[in-house]
């Protein structure tokens, strides 16, 4: 098989690297050189003894001159501990790079150093690294590019979104295709009297009255082709009209839809005088919307809570602020739907300066009020609104305080604002006090028969009389 192949060869013109024998260190290095772009034959003194080079592009070197100097002498002195670890002969032989100095700027090498005979010596092939590192120079600029461009554009976003949330115009972003809202502003979500939860997923004709919403979808239709259109006048759900204008705009592939409202002067007009008389009115007076959250307030409420801006309490929820939890309102809204309206609702106001500010509630805080109430209906729109006024203007005097309830009503008032064994103790002294002026009046106030048919002595009779103020103070003369 050998012949036969041998002849082949011959045949073909091809010796056979067996029949060649073995090659010296510096034939293989020669070798080396025409597939490398350095060669270097080092001795095991770490001395270089010839070096070949594989084309022009590393003759800025001056590699000759390395022949007969340490080859730790070529690199700049940082990567002299690279240059001792390939000389060491560290197995197994990992390609390292290191940089050679010139009189322009440094040239890195990646060297892979291979032992060479047993006398020591190595040969370290080289490969010049300066169009990677050009690549890499470029990769890092173009990296460093899209930072700053990603840089601005987060900046430019952050001015947007601070433009689209402080605008006082109504802006509503519009799906070109479905013809859905994408995001509306503030000042929108005031015009149109609906929380950001509402506006998200709906079709924009959702907000128009139902007379207008053909109007809405002409206006869109043609927008979308004409890109833009002279403005028009749409009545929104809430009874406001609106002069809308729109304009196309393209963003991540799609179109979309900038919806500019601009409430009329005439409606505006009309709402202000029921703005003051709403601001200068003796009570308190907060309007909401069916599910009970807050769309406005007067400054009365404001300071009843002890809060300084309206837009504190818009779109929070009215049992926030007003009934004992999980009671009143329910039940208020229940007499409401039932009946329409509802007059003198006792129940307890709790301001955001009080305990709820610290996450937990203090009933001791909370403040009696009453409050009247009545429903309104627009279409498929409900609202509510309450005038509030505390309790304490038109009850007892404030030298009067509260001792001892009167009646079981006020007892079963007391039930949400304070404990049930506070409340007990309230029903004995009531319990009390209505026996010993019972037996007072059934004795015609004798404090001694009355002692007696009560079942107590008469010092402690004095001492009960005392303590409910009950007559005058000094015992009487049986």
Known sequence: MDVRTHSQDQHSGIVPLSAMGPLSADAAAYALAAASDITLVIDKSGIVRDVALGGAELSDLAAQDWVGKPWAESVVPENRAKIAEMLEGVTPARWRQVNHPTSSDDVPVRYLALAA???GRLIAIGRDMRAAAILQQRLLRAQQ???RDSLRLRQL?????????TSNEAMVIVDAMTRRIAEVNPAARRLIGLSATEFEGQAFTSLVAPSHRDAAI??????????????????LMGGEICEVIATLFRQDRGSYLLLRLHPLESRRGRERPLNEVLERMPDAFVLTDQKLDILAANALFLDLLGLARAEDVRGGPLARYIGRPGIDLGLLAAQLRDYGSVHNFQTVARGQTRGQI?????NAEDEDIELSAVISKDGDDIRYGFSIRRVSRTQMPEDEERTTPRSVEQLTELVGRVSLKEIVRESTDLIERLCIEAALTYTSDNRASAAEILGLSRQSLYSKLHRHGLGNLLPDSD
């Open 117 to 119: 005979g047993e006398d």
């Open 145 to 147: 590019s899209m930072e």
């Open 157 to 165: 976003e952050a001015r947007y979104r601070l433009l689209f949330d």
């Open 218 to 235: 002409a206006l869109m239709g043609a927008v979308a082709v004409a890109s833009q259109r002279q403005p028009t006048k749409l009545a």
């Open 358 to 362: 610290h996450g937990r509630q203090d």
